[in-house]
């Protein structure tokens, strides 16, 4: 099985090293299929293809969304000074507080699962987590003022 398996991992590289990019995605020239035909079955250099198409399509899947997370805590982040953040609460932001708050769930946990597979550092978080913090309070102090309303006694005449 082992033999197998490392034979397998040989036709994947073979296939990554011979593969060109045609207007339907990877393909393999004729003359390297034919070559390999020789050692392999068509069905075993098809799979090795595909294996070899959804490694290289995962690959830029991650680049991508590690660039596209990495600027939306970026912008986001400008979300998390005092300021901005009382202009998105108060509806005077180009954004709702809604769709801040779902972007920022989104990204936060893109982000998780990209800590996983990136390559470079990650980005300055400072701002963006300063924004999720304000949002998860944001829904609490209203609830806290109400909460003190209700508990005062009210005032006899």
């Known amino acids: 099985m082992e033999l197998l398996m490392g034979r397998i991992v040989d036709l994947c590289g073979e296939i990554a090293a011979e593969a060109e990019e045609g207007p339907e995605g990877l393909v393999l020239p004729r003359d390297a299929w034919n070559r390999l035909r020789a050692d392999w079955e068509e069905e075993d250099i098809e799979d090795a293809l595909q294996l070899v198409r959804d490694s290289l399509l995962q690959s830029e899947l991650v680049e991508a ?6 600027r939306l805590v970026e912008v986001l982040g400008g979300f998390g000074e005092e300021g901005a ?28 699962v990209l800590e996983t597979c990136r390559e470079g550092a990650p980005p300055d978080r400072k701002g963006f987590d300063s924004l999720r913090r304000r949002l998860a309070d944001h829904g609490i102090e209203a609830e806290m003022q109400g909460a003190e309303t209700e508990d005062r006694p009210e005032d006899e005449e």
Do not use: H, N
């Open 65 to 70: 969304a590690d660039s596209l997370s990495a």
């Open 85 to 112: 953040f009382r202009k998105v609460a108060t509806d005077e932001a180009v954004l709702s507080l809604e769709v801040i708050d779902q972007l920022a769930r989104r990204v936060d946990r893109l982000e998780e």
